[in-house]
Each structure stands twice: as C-alpha cells, then as structure tokens.
C-alpha cells in the first residue's frame, strides 16, 4: 500500500511529470533535465529524488554526473507510465524540449573542445 501511495504521490506533481516526459526518450543527466525545464539543479534534483524513491527511474554515476532514466524493471510501473506518456500533450512539453535539444546541441559543440585528461565530459555551460 506504501509503494502505491508513494507512486502516485511522485506522479502528482507537474515537475515530475516532465520530466518523466523528457526521460521518455532515453538517459539523461541531471545538467540536461536542468537545462530543459530551466530550474536551479537543488530543485531538478530534489524531485529526481522522488522520482527515483517511488521506483520510477533509475540513476547511473559517471564521474561527479549522475545521469537517469526510465526504471521499467516494474511491469505495473511500466504499464503506468506509459498511460501517462500518452496522456501528455506534446504541445505542453514542446519548450523543454525546445530547450533541451538546443542544450545538447551546445554540449555537443563544446565537448569536442573540452577534453581533459581523457575523462569524459557530460556538462558543459
């Protein structure tokens, strides 16, 4: 009863719905949801955290970057977060994506420069 009501707890907030939406389409790290949604990191993270509490994503560290995606170990999960997904209109998600496409755009331009010590680089500002 507990996983429920945390489950739907983190799916009651718009934040975390976006940025479930971004997750949708593969792995991101936190510089990139931060950029998408323009909020402060502590924000983005804090509700990562709940995201990640009521077993809906997973994380991965690389470095100091921590990046997350989808967990779809669950299949009642799964099966929920795919109504959601359908349920999100494209057009009220459009601006993160917007802004995440020209972020990783940057990034992208920016880490062929920034190379150091052969350590991989995941934000670049």
């Known amino acids: 009863m507990v996983d429920l009501?945390?489950?739907f707890k983190a799916l009651s907030d718009e934040t975390r719905l976006?940025?479930?939406k971004l997750l949708e389409q593969g792995e991101l790290?936190?510089?990139?949801i931060v950029a998408?949604?323009?909020m402060i990191q502590p924000k983005v993270s804090f509700h990562l955290a709940v995201l990640k509490e009521a077993g809906l994503i997973k994380d991965?560290?690389?470095g100091k970057w921590v990046h997350y995606s989808i967990d779809d170990a669950d299949m009642f999960?799964?099966?929920l977060l795919l109504s959601i997904f359908e349920r999100i209109s494209p057009e009220s998600v459009a601006e993160d994506g917007k802004r995440l496409k020209e972020f990783l755009k940057i990034k992208?331009?920016?880490s062929n420069v920034v190379n150091l010590k052969n350590k991989?680089?995941?934000c670049v500002r």
């Open 5 to 7: 009501i945390n489950i």
């Open 18 to 20: 976006r940025i479930l």
């Open 29 to 32: 790290c936190v510089c990139d």
């Open 36 to 38: 998408a949604l323009d």
């Open 60 to 62: 991965r560290k690389q």
């Open 77 to 79: 999960r799964r099966f």
């Open 108 to 110: 992208a331009a920016k």
């Open 120 to 122: 991989s680089v995941c």
